[in-house]
């Protein structure tokens, strides 16, 4: 069963009342290859796996629940409270995909070779540059918000 050190980078804009809010950084995402699929598990937001027929969807599901756990960190809460949120939740370890992961990414380092999984043409980004993830007020938070909205 190969597994794949891979860090996902993300920006989320969330608005909170007058504040805008970007929640940015990376985490560091396990993918595994077993039974004819891909699981990916957020390793830095303990709990989240998701499934795909292949890489590409299983990331994009992981993506996808790991922008969902951050709005839902904002729902009906204020800036300050959502900042603890989105903390705990990106301090909240899977002790087994972590070590799996690190064990992945030794064996990236030592120059294991596997089958093309559709790993082999994804950008590359040192282990040893994850930024932690941040929560950053925009200014002019409404203005920006709705200049994104317009823009989307």
Known sequence: MPQFPL???FSEVIQLGDSTLRVDGDTKVLAEFRDGACFCSAVSAGGIEERGADLKEAYRAVRRTVRLV???CAHGTNADVFREAVRAVFSSLD???A???QSALDAVR???KSPDYGVQNLPVKSADEIRPVSVTELPD???MSEQILKAA
Do not use: F, H, Y
Request: overall charge negative; cysteine-free; charged content about 30%.
């Open 70 to 72: 951050i709005e839902d």
């Open 141 to 143: 938070g409404r203005e």
């Open 95 to 97: 002790p087994d995909a």
């Open 7 to 9: 860090i996902m980078t």
């Open 99 to 101: 070590s799996a992961w």
């Open 110 to 112: 030592q120059g294991s």
